[in-house]
């Protein structure tokens, strides 16, 4: 302190020093109050508060709300912010496999909201003993001995019975036969057909894709399935994954015997050659144009659709057999050729080597059918 300072002077000097010790104190007080308040706060909310007392379900599944609930490893009582969601999710679709996705959430004070979304057979991998049930993701949702067993104690998503299901085409000489020779008992429903009262399977359509050549080492329920081979994994999600994206349905074989020749067929009736995975984006949007072109021109036409040539996709036709018959000395012989299908065409092209469109030549005077080749600029 200044020696030759007045009195006024050295009042004005305390008070400045009280002044400062007092900013020191609040500086110090209210940081410790505000810490005191929360943690009296967090005491109070695990040992008094925001105690679980209803778990409510919402969404669409097979099981029952107590059976998702019981599951979930969630009891009345546990405390809201120590619940651990992530596990939640975990032990309801690895316990029950029909649900492909969990979202819990917190309504406060004392709920929790369990959100459910359905997942269903996409495809069924063909082994000794039957058949092993994947979903898109290849989560293993069950086994089954054979595909009637499936179709007698399924439904489709959304719970609907099987026969909800539009019914596939029929020629007009099996609607014929129907009118005139089925009883009137004959044409109600299969029982493999009716909704079961405690439904064992979900599936997206009545047709699965049928997956051959994948040897499965390990399949448990609610678990991504293990294939002998690791790559069948990846190639098989991605395939599932791209007839999502290019909206491709009604594939009922998938063969990964060989990983370079690559073989689905659509409803029975179309075989489509994949090849390698080479380019297998593209090839899958192609598939998804030709499979649409070809159901337009005949729903119910049977061929071979060629994905094998880079940036190319041809459909071939498959013919009739075309009888001959030769009379010889010892009597008449009728002959029966083999099918046969047409060979690729290139397809039109502007200036610029661009596609014109997708196209079906001209019919000719041959007896072969006229093909479709499809070709990305």
Known sequence: MPVNMSKEEERALHRDERQREKQV?????????????????LVLSFTVFFHLSKAEVRGYSIYSENEVVSVSGV????????????KVKEHITEKLPY??????????????????????????????SGYVLLDENAKVLGTASSKDEIYANAVLEGGKAL????????TEEKSEEKAEGQTEETLEEKPSQAKPEKPKYVLAHKDFVVLKGAKVKEATPGQTVK????????????????FIENE????TDLDLSDPYN???????????????????KDKMAFAAEVIKDQD???????????LTIDKKAYFSPKTEPKTTTTTAAAGEVDETTAPTTTAPTEPPTDANGKKIASFTTAPTTTTQPPETTTKKP
């Open 296 to 306: 337009q021109v005949g729903p119910n036409a049977e061929g071979v659709i060629d």
């Open 163 to 170: 026969s909800e299901e539009d019914p596939p085409a029929e």
């Open 248 to 251: 491709i349905t009604g594939i």
């Open 99 to 128: 649900i492909g996705d969990v979202q819990v959430k917190i309504a406060l004070p004392n709920k929790l909201i369990i959100t459910v979304y359905e997942t269903s057979v996409k495809c069924a991998v063909e082994t000794k």
């Open 25 to 41: 104190r609040r500086r110090i007080f209210y940081p410790i109050l505000v810490l005191f308040v929360l943690a009296v706060g």
């Open 227 to 242: 294939f002998s081979k690791e790559k069948t994994l990846s190639v098989y999600t991605d395939i599932m994954a791209l």
């Open 262 to 280: 690559i073989v689905m067929k659509y409803e029975n009736r179309i075989d489509v050659k994949v090849g390698s995975i080479t380019n297998l």
């Open 75 to 86: 009891k009345d009582g546990d405390n809201l912010f120590l619940i651990n969601r992530g």
